[in-house]
């Protein structure tokens, strides 16, 4: 009897950064890690961006008869930044399940999405923060001083949280991105179900006999179907002539 060996053991943990799936969560470990903390920041930064602008953003105009943006009257300042901190927000939400989740996910095509997800949206949003920086520092130095300086600490801290977030997405994306090369050296190998003999450089799945008990180690020969085997110990009689 042969056996042969034709699957390798695809439990092996580690791909993209991620300890092996199913193993236990420590909530301490799982806090102090740089992606969760950056993500919290990022959360935190958000909620502060668009509290600002939402409470004290918007004054009545006496002379227009409407609310209008501070931000040197112009409404689309204030929804661009109300717009990318709630957005950020839900997202940052979003993050941290899945980085709380991350250990859980056993398919290695699951992780490769969820970190190539990361990876795109912390580099867009960290760009669109930083357009967003730019847009309300820009209105802002062109803004009257509200009367009685009505929200100007909240119109100012929002513009420097955003200038923050840039760099706690950029630093989300960079962390998105090491995982990723650690993807591509373990996970994006040939397939497992694959011949390593067809593999330039690979050996060939081993194969082994297993000695079947109580013969001696005999095996039987060739074509031994089509032959009768005669019953073990009997003795070979020659033909008399």
């Known amino acids: 009897m042969i056996l042969f060996v034709t699957r390798k053991n695809m439990d092996g943990g ?3 950064g991620g300890g092996k799936a199913g ?3 420590d909530p301490i470990q799982f806090v102090q890690r740089p992606q969760v903390i950056l993500r919290a920041l990022c959360l935190l930064f958000a909620i502060i961006v668009f509290g600002c602008i939402s409470s004290q953003g918007y004054k009545y105009d006496r002379d227009e008869d409407k609310e209008v943006c501070l931000y040197n009257k112009d409404n689309n300042a204030c929804n661009y930044g109300v717009g990318i901190g709630v957005i ?3 997202a940052s939400v979003a993050f941290l399940v ?4 991350f250990e859980q996910m056993s398919s290695v095509k699951t992780r490769k999405h969820y970190v190539l997800g990361d990876l795109g949206f912390s580099g867009f949003w960290a760009f669109l923060y930083f357009v967003g920086f730019c847009y309300l520092t820009n209105q802002w130095s062109n803004s009257e001083t509200p009367e009685g300086g009505f929200g100007v600490n909240n119109l100012r801290a929002a513009i420097t949280f955003s200038f923050f977030s840039i760099f706690t997405w950029a630093g989300c994306a960079w962390f ?3 995982r990723f090369r650690q993807g591509t050296d373990a996970a994006f190998a040939p397939s497992y179900e694959a011949d390593p003999g067809s593999i330039p450089g690979g050996m060939p799945y081993a194969s082994y006999p ?3 008990e109580g013969d001696g180690g005999y095996q ?4 031994s179907g089509n032959q009768t085997r005669g019953a073990v110990g009997t003795d070979f009689q020659a033909p008399a002539y």
């Open 176 to 178: 998105a991105f090491q």
């Open 210 to 212: 297993v000695e079947q």
């Open 14 to 16: 580690g791909a993209y």
């Open 220 to 223: 039987e020969p060739p074509f």
């Open 23 to 25: 193993a236990p969560i």
């Open 98 to 101: 899945g980085e709380f989740m």
């Open 88 to 90: 950020a927000f839900l």
